[in-house]
């Protein structure tokens, strides 16, 4: 499945994920509280991968610009829907990837929640996210390292659902592999944490600093 069948697959898949419930609620309130501790007023910040907009309609308020990103316009288009009820200002929806984004003016903090592990280049990515954001800007991200999962999961069962096109691309790295990445493009590893508050915790929350 190529970049398109993802987007095609998100795009199957939207009203699906619209209805779904978070696994871990009270570990993603831990998550969205902490990204708050470390948005500022002023900043304008940039959402990679973000589904439906929950997390966007959540943090936007307490910054000065939001925009939140997909590659999937079905997924945008419930995002829309959404921000049409609540109107926050601010906040702006749009497909699009790191790689194709060209703002006119550089982000203060780039989000990547479970994103980095859907992308088909990592270190493309990640030099692309670099280049997106400011001098000192922080990317802050949270990824499922299906590389400490079960062997089972990575090596078996996701090859035959993508050949089924029953899932989308995801990379196999581990949470080791993901840190040397992320400091290879250039930044700083700020924090490292765990928010999970049931089970094993396979997604690392990484804060970076643009070295």
């Not at 910054?63 to 921000?83: F, R």
């Not at 194709?100 to 990592?122: C, E, I, N």
């Not at 670099?130 to 078996?156: H, Q, V, W």
């Not at 508050?197 to 997604?203: A, E, F, L, Q, Y």
């Given at each position: 499945?190529?970049?398109?069948?993802?987007?095609?697959?998100?795009?199957?898949?939207?009203?699906?994920?619209?209805?779904?419930?978070?696994?871990?609620?009270?570990?993603?309130?831990?998550?969205?509280?902490?990204?708050?501790?470390?948005?500022?007023?002023?900043?304008?910040?940039?959402?990679?991968?973000?589904?439906?907009?929950?997390?966007?309609?959540?943090?936007?308020?307490?910054?000065?610009?939001?925009?939140?990103?997909?590659?999937?316009?079905?997924?945008?288009?419930?995002?829309?829907?959404?921000?049409?009820?609540?109107?926050?200002?601010?906040?702006?929806?749009?497909?699009?990837?790191?790689?194709?984004?060209?703002?006119?003016?550089?982000?203060?903090?780039?989000?990547?929640?479970?994103?980095?592990?859907?992308?088909?280049?990592?270190?493309?990515?990640?030099?692309?996210?670099?280049?997106?954001?400011?001098?000192?800007?922080?990317?802050?991200?949270?990824?499922?390292?299906?590389?400490?999962?079960?062997?089972?999961?990575?090596?078996?069962?996701?090859?035959?659902?993508?050949?089924?096109?029953?899932?989308?691309?995801?990379?196999?790295?581990?949470?080791?592999?993901?840190?040397?990445?992320?400091?290879?493009?250039?930044?700083?590893?700020?924090?490292?944490?765990?928010?999970?508050t049931k089970g094993k915790d396979w997604r690392p929350y990484i804060v970076a600093q643009k070295a």
């Amino acid at each position: 499945m190529s970049s398109a069948g993802d987007a095609r697959f998100w795009d199957r898949t939207s009203s699906r994920y619209a209805r779904s419930t978070i696994s871990d609620a009270a570990g993603y309130e831990r998550t969205l509280e902490r990204t708050r501790e470390l948005l500022k007023p002023q900043d304008k910040v940039l959402e990679l991968g973000c589904g439906t907009g929950s997390t966007a309609l959540r943090l936007a308020e307490g910054v000065q610009g939001y925009l939140a990103t997909d590659i999937s316009t079905g997924m945008i288009a419930i995002a829309e829907q959404k921000l049409a009820t609540e109107a926050i200002p601010g906040l702006s929806f749009g497909v699009a990837t790191a790689e194709t984004l060209t703002p006119d003016a550089p982000f203060d903090v780039v989000l990547g929640f479970s994103y980095l592990h859907l992308v088909r280049d990592l270190p493309g990515t990640l030099e692309h996210i670099r280049s997106l954001l400011a001098e000192g800007g922080l990317f802050i991200s949270k990824t499922p390292c299906i590389g400490d999962m079960n062997p089972l999961i990575g090596y078996a069962a996701l090859p035959v659902m993508r050949a089924l096109r029953l899932a989308p691309f995801a990379a196999v790295f581990d949470e080791a592999e993901l840190n040397e990445r992320v400091a290879a493009a250039g930044f700083r590893l700020l924090a490292i944490e765990k928010h999970a508050t049931k089970g094993k915790d396979w997604r690392p929350y990484i804060v970076a600093q643009k070295a």
